[in-house]
């Protein structure tokens, strides 16, 4: 796999024994088959890829991946950005994927990290331990996906992660994706798709500096690295209804980032009306239960 420049997988790539590396870990065999696995969705989706700096991944010792999330499917197509280095990344992902019957055993065959947002303490403690380990972590810091495709506000918690652990912090931005499958849309597997993957230098922690200053470092970074991707995109909307995808700074339809965070709010708020609100079944259970 080409580090720099155009990608689009072949079935060759599918099937190279060299991947991976000369001797890769036996117990990556499930996370191998995925990466094998999407390669073939790849291939028969005609996948664009425009993939740059891959060499900003450390061959050897733990790194933390932090990108922007527009899409669905942001994951694979990062990881792509690790493998010419022959890493593979530990995603950082809601613990409700762990618990679904088809997608769980993979994830944790693959040593994905679970986030249980209640609980979020064990999540940190195990990315840090995987990060001392020599693992590569990939994290989402927006926490969920910018529906005004702008880079949100970050959780502290990759730059406590970096502080912590020691190691850097590889800002990255992905692009492309959203059109495919992204939130508030519906699927659309359209084929010959660009999608466009930047990995920016490491940002190391200054002696003495605090999450917070390394986190505003990180968040600039990433806005720049995604205001490039966005600007050097190589496909423009088909016409004035497929402007959606573009951010409203560009000349899109997207909402902008105030419209999205007022949205946010209002879908946080119902979501925690809807988790307060008892199920049908259970208030008439309650009810019955007062009537006797």
């Known amino acids: 796999m080409d580090p720099a420049g155009t990608y689009t997988a072949s079935w060759r790539d599918v099937v190279r024994r060299d991947l991976f590396g000369a001797l890769p870990p036996r117990r990556d065999r499930p996370y191998r088959f995925v990466i094998r696995l999407a390669l073939v969705v790849f291939r028969l989706f005609r996948f664009r890829f425009d993939v740059r700096g891959s060499e900003h991944v450390p061959t050897t010792g733990g790194a933390i991946i932090c990108s922007n999330h527009v899409s669905f499917f942001d994951f694979t197509f990062l990881g792509l950005g690790a493998l010419p280095q022959h890493r593979l990344v530990r995603f950082m992902a809601k613990a409700a994927v762990f618990d679904h019957w088809f997608a769980g055993p993979f994830m944790r065959a693959m040593q994905h990290i679970p986030v249980d947002r209640k609980a979020g303490a064990a999540a940190f403690e195990s990315a840090v331990r995987a990060l001392k380990d020599g693992e590569v972590i990939g994290v989402f810091p927006e926490a969920t996906i910018s529906t005004s495709f702008t880079v949100k506000d970050l959780k502290a918690g990759a730059a406590r992660m970096a502080v912590d652990a020691g190691v850097p912090i590889i800002p990255a931005a992905v692009w492309g994706g959203h059109r495919i499958a992204t939130k508030g849309h519906k699927v659309d597997l359209r084929r010959d798709v660009a999608v466009t993957v930047i990995l920016g230098e490491p940002l ?52 902008t980032p105030e419209e999205a965070a007022v949205k946010d709010s209002v879908r946080a708020a119902g979501k925690a009306v809807t988790a307060e609100r008892p199920h049908p079944f259970k208030r008439l259970a309650r009810r019955l239960g007062h009537r006797r």
Request: no cysteine; glycine share 8%; proline share 13%.
């Open 204 to 255: 190391v922690a200054e002696p003495g500096e605090k999450p917070q200053a390394l986190l505003r470092r990180t968040r600039a970074a990433m806005e720049a690295l995604l205001d490039e991707a966005q600007r050097s995109y190589p496909q423009q909307p088909a016409g004035p209804e497929d402007r959606w995808w573009l951010p409203a700074h560009l000349g899109g339809t997207a909402p």
